[in-house]
């Protein structure tokens, strides 16, 4: 679906169902219809979403308090991706990945060990050449992680921290060799989860995530971001 014209002469565009105006421009946000620097006019989304300019207002706040739109000389614009970002995200994630495997090795429960080893078996079984199934079975990994942890506050920052992360349309897991090595890491993780080794269970995600980082900025520097 289409919507109308922007002043640079684009169009607002979404596919699916008909969502609230939030929904609908964090969507677009997400998949790249909306580019990054692109400006947020209130008419043109108002019209796009056949509502009034009040709820677009709204929605357009609680993206600013999102992160994914901010504040320029212009107006309200989508926000820009950039290699410091990366380094800010990462820096954060890995800090807040690694203490979520700390406390899963600690509060665990039988029932989470045995959904991150049915992930884990079903992430090597899958084709490598799908890299959007890929990027979310990997998600869904970590996440089972954070729910092993059993620390709300904990998941929640690091499901804002994945939000934003999503901004970025490759994945580090495309990478040759990545895809394998990785699933031999969250083995590891597991391995370290399950026998309540805490310490060994931080080490080894920090390392998992510092290997991330490193590739993300790789594809960055080769202009694949």
């Given amino acids: 679906m289409s919507g109308p014209a922007l002043s640079d002469g684009k169009a607002y565009r979404v596919a699916g169902r008909k969502a609230a105006p939030y929904e609908k ?3 677009a946000i997400m998949t790249g219809e909306l580019a990054p620097g692109q400006p947020l006019i209130e008419t043109a989304l108002a019209e796009w979403c056949e509502v009034s300019r009040t709820p677009i207002r709204e929605a357009l706040t609680r993206l600013e308090q999102d992160g994914l739109v901010v504040r320029g000389d212009r107006g309200l614009m989508v926000r820009e991706r950039s290699p410091e970002e990366i380094l800010d995200l990462y820096e954060t994630r890995i800090v807040l990945e690694a203490m979520a495997s700390r406390v899963a090795a600690v509060r665990r429960s039988y ?12 992430l090597e079984t899958m084709d490598v050449s799908d890299e959007h199934a ?25 499901q804002r921290l994945d939000m934003h ?22 083995q590891e993780i597991i391995t370290a989860i399950e026998a309540q080794d805490a310490d060994r269970a931080h080490d080894l995600t920090a390392a998992h995530f510092a290997k991330a980082r490193e590739l993300r900025l790789a594809l960055w520097a080769k202009g694949q971001e």
């Avoid at 029932?111 to 079903?122: F, K, N, V």
């Avoid at 349309?169 to 090595?181: D, F, H, I, K, N």
């Fill in 111 to 122: 029932m989470d060990l045995i959904t991150l080893r049915r992930i884990a078996q079903r």
């Fill in 165 to 186: 992360l999503a901004r970025y349309p490759s994945t580090t897991l495309s990478q040759p060799g990545r895809w394998a090595e990785a699933n031999g890491e969250h």
């Fill in 134 to 158: 890929m990027a979310a079975g990997n998600r869904e990994f970590h996440q089972a992680i954070w729910r092993a942890s059993h620390n709300d506050s904990l998941s929640d920052l690091l």
């Fill in 25 to 27: 421009v964090y969507q």
